[in-house]
């Protein structure tokens, strides 16, 4: 079986791998529109071929499968550019982006005579695969009522980093906002034993984990053709829990996704006495015996990190070959699909919008206006706010991800934008007398560290000198000085030496000297006046 990657995202190494483990299975290309990124993705796996679309791919490999493993926004055009040259089709959750587009893939595939699968990966776990057993075989009676819990952590690169200098994570723009890439996990293993919603109910809070106050905690509750379901979905609940719960007439069943467990607890006829015993005894040898499996087969390599996923992509190449049943057929997809829908429908996710944030007192023409690049860093703030108290009029410029929230509150104008952006830093200048760049790429990474602080810095200074700014005070680091070189309880001064190999340092360190270097050498020419920091 021939087989293709599209995409090299966060995911492509999980279907490249687990491909590569189906008998008979070979890997003939990757696609990626960074054929920089492609090229590297097939350098690690040893793949000869890469090509920047799918024309391209299909006229020289042919291949009989193709993964879809890129952002939501282009999994539709792309599978129907695969399954128009009659290849079969896997693809990333959601399937598509609204019930329309999953339809019409359906009925192209049906039309090419080629199959099309959702990666709904969660449901072919081997904890979950326990408690479907269980269901099927009538352990657990008549389901009345599941719960699908599913906590997420935000602090991980989709929801923080920028793709490009003022260009928000994907994430931020899909039609179901931050829960459009995730909400199939939960829902998926609930619909499947509620049914189709007839009554649906959604609701949500805000605790402030997001930014601009956009909902982290949502609830949606249906009332299925089979049984009732309840589904959180948590930014802002710790620790982020995973799990699925399903109340029966005869049993309970609980399916833990993050520790691969299934407990069961059955209907039991002890005393009620004997019961607070025998269930907590039960739940704990339960766990016990499966977390030592889990452990045992996960060092002799029969348990691997989403094993669902793998069990789902060769159940997929099965049916592929000799056209058996899908592991996800058609009615699934649609029905989670269509029942993300809904739940857009009534969360209603508002856009995140960009104008500046212009308070009414910042009119008065007497105060001098400084910008501040960085302010809503912990240093930035302070800035600010000893700015704002020694009487200026002070403007923020804030990324778009940037917590504002303390900034609305004190008299402050918020721009929106990146020092890397020069677009959107100039904006940010008009009327502006002094600066205060306090901005800088913090994160450690090489890229942060050339746009965040050498870039930015380049932006600054062409901007002070087009625009006759009266002074500029650049913030930098104590990381410039060469402690290397200090003895011990030596102190270190404004005057001590600065690092002499600041590449051994980190590129955090190297690009906050090279950025007073460019600061320096527009002080020399006397192009406008400035001062360094080194707090």
């Known amino acids: 079986m021939r087989i293709a990657i599209v995409g090299c995202g966060l995911n492509s190494d999980y279907h490249l791998n687990f491909a590569k483990e189906y008998p008979g299975a070979e890997i003939v290309g990757i696609v990626d529109r960074d054929q920089e990124k492609a090229r590297a993705c097939a ?67 049906e039309r090419q005579g080629v199959r099309l699968c959702a990666m709904h990966n969660h449901f072919f776990d081997p904890c979950m695969a326990r408690a479907h057993q269980l269901v099927r075989e009538g352990m657990a009676g008549e389901i009345m009522n599941v719960e699908s819990y599913y906590g997420l952590n935000t602090r991980i690169p989709a929801f923080r980093e920028y793709p490009a200098p003022n260009v928000l994570p994907w994430l931020y723009t899909l039609p179901g906002g931050v829960y459009h890439d995730f909400m199939a996990h939960p ?11 007839k009554e649906l109910k959604v609701m949500k809070r805000s605790h402030g984990v997001l930014p601009r106050d956009l909902p982290d905690e949502l609830k949606v509750v249906i009332d299925g053709e089979r049984a009732f379901g309840t589904l959180t979905f948590s930014f802002a609940a710790r620790p982020h829990l995973h799990f699925l719960r399903i109340y029966g007439s005869s049993m309970m069943v609980e399916v833990d996704f993050n520790t691969m467990t299934t407990v069961a607890h059955p209907q039991s006829r002890l005393p009620k006495a004997a019961q607070k015993a025998t269930y907590n ?15 045992s087969n996960f060092l002799r390599g029969k348990l691997k990190p989403y094993h669902g996923m793998k069990l789902l992509i060769h159940r997929f190449y099965d049916a592929v070959q000799g056209g058996g049943e899908m592991p996800v057929t058609r009615d699934q997809a649609l029905l989670v699909i269509e029942t993300m829908d809904r739940i857009w429908e009534q969360l209603r996710p508002e856009p995140l919008t960009f104008d500046p944030v212009i308070p009414p007192s910042s009119t ?5 206006r400084v910008l501040v690049t960085g302010g809503t860093g912990f240093l930035g703030k302070n800035v600010v706010r000893g700015l704002t108290q020694a009487g200026y009029q002070v403007r923020v410029l804030a990324r778009k991800l940037s917590p504002i929230e303390g900034l609305r509150n004190g008299n402050v104008e918020i721009y929106f934008g990146d020092v890397a952006d020069k677009a959107s830093l100039a904006a940010a200048f008009e009327g502006v007398d002094l600066v205060v760049h306090a901005a800088a790429g913090t994160s450690g990474k090489k890229q942060d560290c050339e746009q965040g602080t050498l870039q930015g810095t380049r932006n600054v200074l062409e901007l002070c000198e087009g625009r006759k700014v009266r002074k500029l005070v650049y913030i930098s680091s104590c990381s410039v000085y060469g402690v290397t070189d200090c003895k011990t309880d030596q102190r270190v001064t404004e005057g001590s030496a600065l690092e002499r190999f600041p590449n051994r340092r980190g590129d955090y360190s190297a690009s906050k000297q090279a950025a007073e270097d460019l600061v320096r050498w527009s002080l020399e020419r006397s192009r406008f006046p400035a001062v360094i920091l080194r707090p």
Do not use: W
């Open 364 to 368: 008065r023409a007497e105060k001098q």
């Open 281 to 295: 005894l039960s739940e704990s040898s339960q766990r016990f015996s499966q977390t030592v499996s889990n452990v």
């Open 187 to 197: 829902l998926y293993v609930m619909l499947e034993y509620t049914g189709r919603p």
């Open 43 to 109: 350098d690690k796996h040893g793949i000869r071929a890469v090509f920047p679309g799918i024309q391209e791919l299909v006229d020289a490999e042919n291949p009989d499968v193709i993964h879809i493993v890129t952002p939501p926004r282009t999994h539709a055009a792309l599978a129907r550019e695969a399954l128009a040259r009659r290849c079969h089709v896997l693809i990333e959750k959601p399937l598509a982006l609204d019930l329309q587009e999953a339809t019409e893939l359906y009925d192209l595939a």
